[in-house]
């Protein structure tokens, strides 16, 4: 027996055309729709919360991935850009969404994952991706930052693998501590949305 995927057909591709404020505005949109929720939720961190972002329903919805790629690698500084990077598994998509788009841009920027613990075989390595120069500069992006210590675990694994990281950019700030982290251990810390942005607008979509 064949079975033939039925492909919903969407002319509407506004990840590929928008301009970078509209593209901001409906990826805000698409955050409220389907990233957040509100009710009783314990964060990674152990903290109770009375909502929770998915980003992951985001940062793997087609037209979200182009939207966050495009952004992102907006926010990049050309010159000294050479990588970017984040802890598997909330960056794993955002990381190589912003290197396709790079491609596509003609200013390539490789992406690398860090694990969270060591590959038990093979080279036994925290960080997945191409080999750079020692020294080389890595941007660390994060999917949601609460207290910062998340984002922190790939820049000490990559610090420690000789590359220089001075930046941190995430696509939700939960303004829970963790750009004051970031700003005590000197890194520049940037966020596309805070979570309060994501909740006035989504008030205002209900």
Not at 6 to 20: C, F, G
Not at 53 to 63: C, D, E, Y
Not at 81 to 95: N, S
Request: charged share 15%; proline share 5%.
């Amino acid at each position: 027996m064949t079975y033939q995927a039925q492909t919903p057909i969407n002319t509407d591709i506004w990840a590929v055309s928008a301009d970078l404020p509209t593209l901001r505005k409906k990826l805000l949109d698409l955050f409220c729709q389907l990233a957040y929720q509100e009710g009783d939720f314990v964060l990674s961190s152990g903290q109770p919360s009375s909502y929770y972002i998915n980003g992951k329903q985001v940062t793997l919805h087609p037209q979200g991935a182009l939207a966050i790629g495009r952004t992102l690698l907006s926010l990049l500084p050309p010159a000294t850009t050479q990588a970017v990077a984040g802890l598997t598994l909330g960056a794993d998509p955002i990381v190589s969404a912003v290197s396709v788009v790079s491609a596509y841009e003609h200013r390539p920027i490789p992406a690398l994952i860090i694990r969270k613990e060591a590959k038990g075989h093979g080279t036994k390595a925290y960080i997945e991706g191409p080999n750079l120069p020692a020294g080389a500069n890595v941007i660390v992006l994060e999917d949601v930052v609460t207290t910062g210590q998340s984002a922190m675990k790939a820049v000490e694994r990559l610090r420690a693998a000789d590359y220089t990281v001075n930046q941190v950019i995430s696509l939700v700030d939960r303004q829970q501590g963790g750009a004051e982290f970031y700003e005590s251990v000197g890194l520049n810390f940037q966020a596309i949305f805070t979570i309060s942005e994501i909740q006035e607008r989504y008030k205002q979509l209900l």
